[in-house]
């Protein structure tokens, strides 16, 4: 299971505020598998993936 098919971060896309999403959300502050992911994304691709975030944080 990776980073790009998490079943909690596809959560926390639904529903920032459950709490899985909220543990997901939190764990990638340290998660070291998380930076290594978000590290090897192209620039297009991480910043897709920081409005996807940014507009799930916002529901």
Do not use: Q
Request: charged share 30%; net charge positive.
């Amino acid at each position: 299971m990776g980073c790009e098919t998490c079943s909690m971060r596809k959560r926390y896309e639904r529903n920032p505020r459950s709490l899985l999403g909220r543990i997901w959300r939190w764990h990638t502050g340290f998660c070291p598998g998380w930076r290594k992911y978000v590290n090897s994304l192209t620039p297009e691709a991480r910043a897709e993936l920081d409005a996807r975030l940014a507009e799930a944080a916002k529901k």
